[in-house]
């Protein structure tokens, strides 16, 4: 029963699959990191994360104003560090290079939207979609169709475009909106297990508090419809 935990570090993590040597994923970490850490690069991630950011600030006070309360009660972003990148290419049995990253990988740039209730996720996510110089490559709904573990969120990739002295070019984005309960519950799961993903039990247990956060999340949603037309 007591099995060996998955061990999460990305050089273990390699050696179990494919054999390379410690030293050699450290080194293609390194390789990674040289170009993540490039301040062109970063000047183009922080480009697309402040227009995006600058969007949703206006589309939350709109949207705040409306309703007199708080619509969006957190934003944060994130660039995807070399690890992570590594991690994820080798996952999906891709070289893992940079170049071969930013060809195939859609969210090195990320923003994490989290919402009081369901529905003004969806407002969001519109008048997002409704801006003119951002273009939705994908939407990935797992609120409507939540994983088998249980996770929810809406997911979006979008391309916004950055002018530089080079001219113009597309940053793609990926843009997590969720509840502030499935926010407790990914943050929650993924910082305990995202990473191992090995025992039955407490997937199932996890799964079950997922359900009954989303329970109270829309119970919450239906008092706050019957508070707010009082
Ligand atoms: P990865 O799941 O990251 O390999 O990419 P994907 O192309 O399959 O995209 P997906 O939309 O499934 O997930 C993208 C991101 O959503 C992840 O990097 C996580 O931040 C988050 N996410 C997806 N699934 C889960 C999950 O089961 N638990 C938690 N906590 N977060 C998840
Ligand atoms: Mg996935």
Same mark, same amino acid.
């Given at each position: 029963?007591?099995?060996?935990?998955?061990?999460?570090?990305?050089?273990?993590?390699?050696?179990?699959?494919?054999?390379?040597?410690?030293?050699?994923?450290?080194?293609?970490?390194?390789?990674?990191?040289?170009?993540?850490?490039?301040?062109?690069?970063?000047?183009?991630?922080?480009?697309?994360?402040?227009?995006?950011?600058?969007?949703?600030?206006?589309?939350? *006070? $709109? @949207?705040?104003?409306?309703? #007199?309360?708080?619509?969006?009660? !957190?934003?944060?972003?994130? =660039? +995807?560090?070399?690890?992570?990148?590594?991690?994820?290419?080798?996952?999906?049995?891709?070289?893992?290079?940079?170049?071969?990253?930013?060809?195939?990988?859609?969210?090195?740039?990320?923003?994490?939207?989290?919402?009081?209730?369901?529905?003004?996720?969806?407002?969001? *996510? $519109? @008048?997002?979609?409704?801006? #003119?110089?951002?273009?939705?490559? !994908?939407?990935?709904?797992? =609120? +409507?169709?939540?994983?088998?573990?249980?996770?929810?969120?809406?997911?979006?990739?979008?391309?916004?475009?950055?002018?530089?002295?080079?001219?113009?070019?597309?940053?793609?984005?990926?843009?997590?909106?969720?509840?502030?309960?499935?926010?407790?519950?990914?943050?929650?799961?993924?910082?305990?297990?995202?990473? #191992?993903?090995?025992?039955?039990?407490?997937?199932?247990?996890?799964? +079950?508090?997922?359900?009954?956060?989303?329970?109270?999340?829309?119970?919450?949603?239906?008092?706050?419809?019957?508070?707010?037309?009082?």
């Amino acid at each position: 029963k007591n099995q060996p935990v998955k061990k999460t570090e990305p050089e273990k993590e390699i050696n179990e699959k494919t054999g390379a040597s410690v030293s050699s994923a450290k080194e293609k970490i390194k390789a990674i990191d040289s170009f993540v850490q490039a301040v062109d690069y970063r000047l183009r991630c922080k480009a697309a994360i402040d227009i995006l950011m600058a969007k949703l600030k206006m589309i939350n *006070a $709109e @949207l705040s104003d409306q309703k #007199k309360r708080t619509v969006i009660s !957190q934003t944060t972003s994130r =660039i +995807k560090s070399a690890e992570s990148i590594y991690v994820k290419l080798i996952k999906k049995e891709l070289t893992p290079d940079f170049e071969t990253a930013r060809k195939n990988l859609k969210d090195l740039i990320g923003i994490r939207v989290v919402c009081p209730f369901e529905d003004e996720l969806y407002q969001v *996510a $519109e @008048l997002l979609e409704m801006q #003119k110089d951002i273009r939705v490559i !994908q939407i990935k709904d797992y =609120i +409507k169709n939540p994983k088998k573990n249980g996770y929810k969120s809406l997911h979006m990739i979008v391309e916004v475009p950055i002018y530089s002295a080079e001219g113009e070019q597309k940053e793609l984005v990926e843009i997590q909106l969720r509840t502030m309960a499935m926010d407790y519950w990914s943050v929650l799961e993924y910082e305990l297990y995202y990473k #191992k993903r090995d025992d039955a039990e407490i997937e199932a247990e996890l799964k +079950k508090y997922a359900e009954e956060i989303a329970k109270l999340d829309s119970r919450m949603l239906k008092l706050r419809n019957k508070i707010e037309k009082m």
